[in-house]
């Protein structure tokens, strides 16, 4: 079964650097995602991505954040300056077609250590 | 607004007891999707159901179930004869027609103690 590959699992980066988490989704699909999971805390949406333009994103992504489909294949979320608080597991999804009738696969998921 | 609310914020049971996670969600789509996920402690979501707003019927797979209410704003799950491997975070979620981003609850932490 196809599936969404996340790399690398675990990233630990320093304050203010920047990160690149990578996503590799199902080949088919046209509708991208990321989402975001602080420790303990629930699963809260970040970006959608169709047609190589953001279609929605939150509050929680601001100028620090960026995405990008740099080829056929990966999807690519970025942090400019990393904040202690970005610290958490970052989630990419993605799926056929939009709206809530097509199901999101969700990658294993990155997580972010910011020290 | 969309908003998940699962009120039960930890649950322990013995094994082999069943358990019902509750789930109350706020939306003004009258189409919408509703979602359950297991989170083991290894961390990935595991899909276990989508719903649509238009099927209210009760679904079965094995020892899950789950009861979809539209009069209540309700998509309660239940575990019969709970097991050990049940035990994890499990997150109820809505997703819109006219969107695609989908909004989590907080969770339910579920102990399954033998």
């Known amino acids: 079964e196809p599936e969404v590959t996340q790399t690398p699992s675990h990233q630990v980066t320093q304050m203010g650097q920047e990160v690149i988490l990578r996503c590799v989704p199902i080949s088919n699909h046209l509708y991208f995602y990321w989402y975001r999971q602080i420790l303990g805390q629930k699963v809260e949406f970040l970006v959608s991505?169709?047609?190589?333009?953001?279609?929605?994103k939150s509050e929680i992504f601001d100028d620090q954040f960026s995405v990008e489909r740099p080829d056929g294949s990966n999807f690519t979320l970025k942090i400019r300056s990393t904040k202690l608080e970005d610290s958490a597991m970052y989630f990419c999804?993605?799926?056929?077609?939009?709206?809530?009738?097509?199901?999101?696969?969700f990658g294993p998921g990155t997580r972010l250590t910011v020290t | 607004a969309q908003k998940v609310t699962q009120a039960q914020t930890e649950i322990s049971v013995v094994e082999k007891e069943d358990v019902t996670l509750d789930c109350v969600y706020e939306?003004?789509?009258?189409?919408?999707?509703l979602f359950w996920y297991k989170q083991p402690p290894s961390g990935e979501l595991v899909f276990l159901i989508r719903r649509n707003s238009f099927d209210e019927q009760n679904e079965i797979s094995g020892r899950y179930s789950w009861n979809f209410q539209k009069s209540t704003s309700s998509f309660n799950f239940t575990i019969t004869a709970s097991q050990v491997v049940d035990s994890a975070v499990y997150f109820c979620a809505l997703s819109e027609n006219r969107d695609d981003k989908i909004i989590f609850g907080k969770g339910t932490r579920l102990h399954i103690l033998p």
């Open positions: 999804a993605s799926n056929l077609g939009g709206g809530g009738s097509y199901e999101q696969y």
């Open positions: 939306t003004r789509d009258t189409t919408y999707y």
């Open positions: 991505f169709y047609n190589n333009e953001i279609s929605e």
